[in-house]
C-alpha cells in the first residue's frame, strides 16, 4: 500500500526558508511523477512544482526562482526547499504522486497524497 508522509512544515518570518519533506513508501516507484501541492485557507489546492524521474523539474510561476523541488534516492524521500518566503505561501502543503511518468498540475490526476504539513509565513 502507498503512503507518503509530508514533514517539516513551521512557522517563518517573510524572508526566510524552510525545507519540506515527503518521505515515499510501499508501491511508489522512483519513475512516477512526484509533485508538491498547497491550499490555502479558502482556496483551491494548487500546484507548486514537479519532478520528473529524470531529474527534471516544473515550477508554477508563482514559486519560480524561490522554490526547488530535489530527491533523495537512498532515502526515498523527496524534497521542497523553500527561500524567500512571502505571506502568500502560507498554505498546508501536500505531496502527490501520478500514476504514471508524465507530469500534470490537476489536482485530480494524483493518485496517492500524504498528510499535509502547515507552512506559515509572518510579516
Known amino acids: 500500500q502507498a503512503q507518503l508522509v509530508e514533514s517539516g512544515g513551521g512557522l517563518v518570518q517573510a524572508g526566510g526558508s524552510l525545507r519540506l519533506s515527503c518521505a515515499a513508501s510501499g508501491r511508489i516507484f522512483s519513475t512516477q511523477f512526484m509533485a508538491w501541492f498547497r491550499q490555502a485557507p479558502g482556496k483551491e489546492r494548487e500546484f507548486v512544482g514537479g519532478l520528473y524521474w529524470t531529474g527534471s523539474t516544473t515550477y508554477a510561476d508563482s514559486v519560480k526562482g524561490r522554490f526547488t523541488i530535489s530527491r533523495d534516492n537512498a532515502k526515498n524521500t523527496v524534497y521542497l526547499q523553500m527561500n524567500s518566503l512571502k505571506p502568500e505561501d502560507t498554505a498546508v502543503y501536500y505531496c502527490?504522486?501520478?500514476?504514471?511518468?508524465?507530469?500534470?498540475?490537476?489536482?485530480?490526476?494524483?493518485?496517492?497524497w500524504g498528510q499535509g504539513t502547515q507552512v506559515t509565513v509572518s510579516s
Open positions: 502527490g504522486v501520478r500514476s504514471g511518468s508524465s507530469g500534470s498540475t490537476a489536482v485530480s490526476e494524483y493518485v496517492h
